[in-house]
């Protein structure tokens, strides 16, 4: 009975559904409204106003500049929000000291499992290549597809990988506390920051400069807003994972 | 001052960099968050001032970030209906300040976690403003994501046993109605090949098919009326804001259902320039949904004994008015909806601060085992009591205008029948308003150390009875909110022809 009726539910559900997406313009169609309206303007002009090779990377930043930004942030009230669900009675001390014999404390506690030393090798051996591919696709993303999300992501996993073979112990030294906060919010402030100086350059926030002579200035900015999403990512990424392996 | 272009970006930006940096500066304290978000909000308020302010003498106006005319960037439109940051800064400054000393005293809650609780507020304050005053769709749902995803970790933040659960359920529903906003900004992209709100309602009028545009409507409907709690997808909303802290209680009631509204607010801006649909038959599922809304959030209020609960259930029955408001689609009930997003937010943040008072110094939050409180914390009760009539629609107070211009609205729509069910609500709401009061006040106590506990301290008695105050002054000088929105509400309603 339940069952026949979740199933008339999700039929009656899915024909309103499934009739107006049916009436949509066909995919890969050049005359629909998805290629001749705004897109066409980002495709025929993107590469000189915008500043980017790759046009996803000027309607990400440039174009789009502040949907970036409320995404970078959606990033970070999700740190925000796990970190005030997650951390417990039992630890995160205050001041300096005292957080420092909170790790030794935990690092004398044998609670890692032990990691074979097949991929503890092969992970020590692939992490600068990966750091290096990570820095690579940060950097190239307004030529290549890829960017500060993408390479933070594989800064994060590295993060993460090394301190399952490594401990916590080791990875923690490049998360120093006083940087933490800095490093979690590294997306919004680089935002802010380059927002601020385009507002200086021509008058809006988040503009970007469109003359020649600032040409240089235009690719700057972009370089330092994908090297802030990527650092923002990456410490996010690793903030949960450490947070989560502590409990 | 008022002129100066960027109060949109900053009012939009301050709360979310002042979230970001509330770690850093409680790196040394904790302490010092509380004042960090304080001073972050009493910058925002500033902005917010002078926007209201430029608003009010010249219309509404864009700010376009980057430069780019719409439709090729994003357009940050300000006009009458995002005048709400108004009241979403005095509400989350009044609840930051409440905060201080509510959020220490919760026993169940690591002290550690107490700075990120000011970051998430801060973060829900900032993607609330920023949701009301983008005029893009997709901007539209980054916001609505930011508020989101604070609000229900909020909810969670509670520490008690069931708010884990709660949460969950809010996060639930609100991860369906996210998707539904966000599917339906990819139709609406699909068909238009624009996100800018003002391009949209332009080009979905040159159509052939309407199929995919009703789609998107019906879709974005039910998506903000899932944030907005109205019946049948209210279920998710009694259990997150009775077990939240109680200033965020206020912030959740007051403020974050009205996101939904203002939501649906926009969609109609869209879809009634456009002319492309009919849409009476939305509206009159509006006004009827509203009306079940009215009566059942009032009627299931009557039963509950947990004094927030009860609050939770009234917030379901008068986000019904406002809806019923929209959905009559006259200019008064237009108006009347409108300036309630407003007054029930200062109502409904009174009864709650006030509430979570009690609750701070008798550890007790039934109205059985809270009989007798009027005699020992008479200032809070005082605010209960103003917050009581207001919300019940008595005169001289911040709720009657509002109820009145929607029951006008209803004949005004030659459809009586919602008047009357509007006025019924009313009693209701008034039958469980006065069963709250006599237990405070004419009851003899169950606990006979109620009488003995003190009025609640400074931080948190000021802002209760600020907002109180503001119930009544809202009541008395009630006409100016009215002829403020009204260009607005022409405005709305200006391709109906009415």
Redesign the interface.
Known sequence: MKKAFVAALLILTAM??L???????PHGDPD????????A??LEEGREEAGADNIVTGVLL??????T???V??I???L??G???L???KK?P?GDAAYDAAEAAAEDAPVRAPVSPVVSFVVRLLAPFIALFAVYVIVNGHVTPGGGFQGGAILGALFIALTIVLGRERTRTLMP??A???M??AA??TF?GV?IV??AL???????PADASLHLARKLMMLVLEAGIGLGGAAVFATLFLQMEAE | MAAWP?WL?LVV?AP??G???T??VS?R??HVAPWWALAVMSATSVAALFLVLRVASEGPFS??????QP????E?RFDEFSAVISVICLIGWLAVLYSLRYTEWLREV?K??IP??Y??LL?NL??MI?FVVTG?L??LF??L??LS??A???V??SGEHIA?MAAFKYLLMGAISSLLVLFSVG?I???????NMADVAT?IGQLD?A??A???L?MLAIGFMVKAAVFPVHIWLPDAHAIAPSPISAVLSGLVVKVGIIGLIRVYQIYYAAGVLDLHTLNQVLVWLGAISIVMGAFFAIFQDDIKLMLAYSTISNVGYIVMGLGLSTNFSVIGGSVHVFNHALIKATLFLAAGALIYRTGYRTLTDLRGIGRSMPLTCIAISIGAISIVGIPPTAGFLCKWYIALGAFEADQPFFGFALIFGALFIFIYYIRMVNAFYFQAPVHPEILEVAEAPLSMLAPTLLLASLCLIMGILGRIPLAFIEPAAARLLAPLGG
């Open positions: 309103p559904l009739i107006g997406v049916a009436a949509l313009p629909t409204p998805v290629h001749t309206h705004i897109s303007r980002y440039n174009y789009r500049g502040l949907d930004a409320g995404e942030t959606v970070f009230t999700a925000m929000a970190l005030a669900v951390i417990s009675h995160q205050e506390r006083l933490q906060p800095w979690q919010g919004l402030l802010v927002g385009g507002g021509t008058g809006y926030f988040l503009g970007f | 960027h970006p930006l979310l960099l979230a970001v940096f770690p850093v790196l304290s904790r700010y376009l970030p980057g430069g780019w439709p090729y960037g994003i940050l690591p550690q976690r990120y609780y970051a998430l973060l900032g993607g920023g893009d997709f901007n980054v916001f994501e930011i995803l604070s229900y970790a909020l969670a933040f884990e139709i992209f699909g068909i238009t090949g624009s996100l080009r098919s199929a995919p009703a789609l998107a019906a």
